[in-house]
């Protein structure tokens, strides 16, 4: 049978690269999202490369959701093998600007979001008895400072930390189950793009203060993400993985 991955956000982005990317190193793929049609797109993608794949709708922000989504896939397949949180939101201002509401609402999406997906992700790897790994998509930004992103950058924080946590209670199940955060530099996605366009300038602002040089694409972080997800990175727990061309080395 076929190791089972469950990714969030797989409608767009990094999640939907990482949907792909986990398909064609064999995984069944469980995508999950809120846009059923782009997620129907992704399940497409995924089988038109000769891989596995199924589509699920859910709000990453409810736990009852949560529960219903995660109990179901392992009462199906038995197992459950990698998890992915990559659903997210993002948004730049100003702190003075920022209100309570826009941030809760982003802490919502950002964190507790990642505390479910990991809460039942180690339930039913732990219950079908699965060497199991998690995946939490964090930021270059919940490790270093971004101006007019203070929201952004404490939720990114709280995931970096929380997943190290995690790691730590991951590790004493039997098996032990593995939890990562994946710290991502600019990358360019509908998340940037959303909030300031595919401009010529857009895309020199993503290659600015990298010492590659390169625009990071959604494929860099999937590759990673696959990495932490598999069994090559066997003896990597609790770690802030980034992946960012070097933008945050100076």
Same mark, same amino acid.
């Given at each position: 049978m076929k190791p089972v991955a469950l990714v969030t956000g797989a409608t767009s982005g990094i999640g939907r690269e990482a949907a792909l990317w986990l398909a064609r190193d064999g995984f069944h793929v469980v995508a999950c999202g809120r846009n059923a049609g782009r997620g129907a797109g992704t399940v497409a993608a995924i089988e038109t490369a000769g891989g596995s794949a199924e589509f699920i709708a859910f709000d990453i922000t409810r736990e009852a959701d949560w529960a219903r989504v995660v109990a179901d896939v392992a009462a199906r397949f038995r197992r459950l093998d990698a998890v992915v949180n990559s659903g997210g939101a993002f948004f730049a201002k100003p702190l003075p600007e920022t209100s309570l509401a826009e941030f809760r609402s982003l802490w919502e999406t950002d964190v507790e979001s990642v505390v479910l997906g990991t809460k039942y992700a180690l339930r039913a790897m732990r219950d079908t008895r699965s060497a199991g790994s998690i995946v939490n998509i964090s930021s270059l930004a919940g490790l270093i400072?971004?101006?007019?992103?203070?929201a952004y950058c404490a939720a990114k924080a709280a995931v970096t930390h929380f997943s190290k946590i995690?790691?730590?209670?991951?590790?004493?199940?039997?098996?032990?189950?593995?939890?990562?955060?994946?710290?991502?530099? /600019?990358?360019?996605?509908?998340?940037i793009t959303g909030a300031y366009g595919d401009g010529e300038a857009v895309r020199q602002f993503v290659k600015d203060g990298n010492a590659l040089d390169m625009v990071g694409e959604a494929r860099h972080i999937a590759a990673?993400?696959?990495?932490?997800?598999?069994?090559?990175?066997?003896?990597?727990?609790?770690?802030?993985? /980034? /992946?960012?061309?070097?933008?945050?080395?100076?």
């Open positions: 400072g971004l101006e007019d992103c203070a995690a790691a730590v209670e991951g590790g004493s199940f039997d098996p032990p189950i593995r939890v990562n955060s994946l710290n991502p530099g /600019v990358i360019l996605t509908e998340m990673a993400i696959a990495w932490l997800a598999g069994p090559k990175s066997r003896m990597v727990t609790g770690t802030a993985h /980034v /992946v960012d061309g070097g933008r945050g080395s100076d």
